[in-house]
């Protein structure tokens, strides 16, 4: 590994570190003394702290479970990726609540309008926050995250269904302690708790890496070819296709960018030729060479499966 990927690696781990430590700030100082229970092993913590065990230890005993099952089931790469945040995470709660006597409320307190209210704004924003960070750089808090996917490995079962059924089961005990103490205004605020943090985690983790398809008909495909690859710095496909009503043969150009290049792209288009027949698809995410997050790996990869199809062995 060269000095520029070892540079990017700690910077990606020091990101994921900081959105861990959001992910706890937002549950320690927000779900917590709200009393929340939004799912995984932080929503298994806020049932168990009422008979008197510290969430810290909670967390870290299940995270424990979860990365020995980890290991036996889903392998030991994926153990070594996960073991680091499965750690981080109870100890940033532990710190605050048995090192530094940080209490739950000390925000909570001084909150004097609809606390419950803005702790399940908060809570929700900042937890989607950090796992929204934690996914787009590649990382896993562990927890219920395992359990899910051994799930979706054994039972051939969507991953996001399998997420849905296990935090599904936590909320659903969550709301019978509620019930059992006629708390029913957090069940409501959980759930919105909930939806909050998937807004951010899709936006975070997913539509960070949306963007648009176009598709081009102009008889000056190819200045316009020219000027995407040479201007926008953005690959094309071309199809031939062929008009319905001319049956004339022609070139269909396709082209992936950025949300944030549109202006220029349309741009570059209408100069050279103001009738160009476009039409633009919204892609939900763009990955591969020019868009994923590593760029160099993604090449060498490219580069290494071509060798070994010209190279096979003997």
């Given amino acids: ?29 927000f779900l917590l003394p709200a009393g929340l229970v939004t799912g995984g092993v932080m929503g298994i913590s806020v049932i168990l702290q009422n008979f008197g065990i510290k ?13 020995i099952l980890a290991l036996i089931f889903l392998g030991k790469k994926f153990f070594i990726k ?3 945040l499965s750690i981080l995470a109870p100890s940033f709660v532990f710190l605050l609540d048995n090192i530094l006597k940080v209490p739950y409320d000390l925000i909570f307190v001084k909150i004097l309008e609809t606390p419950m209210l803005l702790s399940a704004v908060m809570g929700g924003i900042l937890v989607g926050l950090g796992l929204g960070l934690t996914l787009r750089y590649g990382g896993s808090t562990g927890g219920m995250d395992v359990l899910q996917k051994i799930i979706s490995k054994y039972t051939h079962m969507s991953f996001t269904k399998a997420m849905y059924l296990s935090d599904g089961l936590i909320i659903v005990g969550g709301f019978i302690f509620y019930l059992t103490g006629n708390n029913y205004e957090s069940i409501f605020l959980a759930v919105l708790s909930m939806v909050i943090s998937g807004i951010i985690i899709d936006v975070l983790s997913i539509s960070g890496r949306s963007g648009f398809t ?19 710095e953005r690959g094309i496909t071309i199809i031939a296709a062929r008009g319905g009503y001319t049956n004339q043969a022609r070139e269909l150009l396709v082209c992936n960018i950025l949300k944030k290049e549109k202006i220029s792209m349309d741009l570059l288009i209408n100069k050279i030729d103001p009738k160009a027949f476009v039409f633009i698809v919204e892609s939900k995410e763009i990955l591969g060479y020019g868009f994923s997050k590593n760029q160099e790996a993604f090449l060498e990869n490219i580069l290494k499966e071509q060798n070994d199809k010209s190279n096979p062995p003997d």
């Fill in 214 to 232: 176009y598709f081009i008909i102009s008889s000056q495909h190819e200045e316009i070819r020219s000027s995407i690859l040479t201007q926008m």
């Fill in 82 to 84: 996960t073991i680091y």
């Fill in 55 to 67: 969430p810290s230890y909670i967390i870290y005993g299940l995270n424990g479970i979860f990365l």
């Fill in 1 to 29: 590994m060269n000095k520029k990927k070892k540079i990017k690696k700690i910077i990606d781990i020091l990101i994921m570190s900081l959105a861990c430590l959001i992910v706890e700030l937002g549950f320690y100082f």
